[in-house]
């Protein structure tokens, strides 16, 4: 079991119907946690990535009636190594 993370930023708070979908996405095989942060304006989905992909969580949010502004990226991408400069002879 490979367990994931995606985070994404919502415009318009969910309303009533909205949020009782979103729980029932909850009930999906794969999807292990559904966190909100009402002041951030962001839902975090943990997942099984051997069972669900990025895509999928994001149309069954989308399906549930939330309104998805972007992803937010959780980890920055590592810095490129640089390469040493050739030797003077």
């Known amino acids: 079991m490979t367990q994931l ?7 318009v708070p969910p309303t009533e119907a909205s949020a009782l979908a979103v729980a029932r996405v ?5 999807v292990r946690r559904i966190e909100f942060d009402e002041a951030a304006k962001t839902i975090r989905v943990e997942y099984d990535a051997t069972r669900l992909n990025e895509p ?15 992803r937010v990226v959780l ?5 490129p190594v640089p ?7």
């Open 5 to 11: 993370d995606v985070l994404y930023r919502y415009g």
């Open 56 to 70: 999928m969580i994001h149309e069954l949010l989308r399906r549930a009636g939330l309104d998805l502004i972007e």
């Open 75 to 79: 980890a920055a991408p590592p810095a």
């Open 26 to 30: 909850r009930e999906v095989y794969g």
């Open 83 to 89: 390469t040493p400069a050739p030797a003077a002879s």
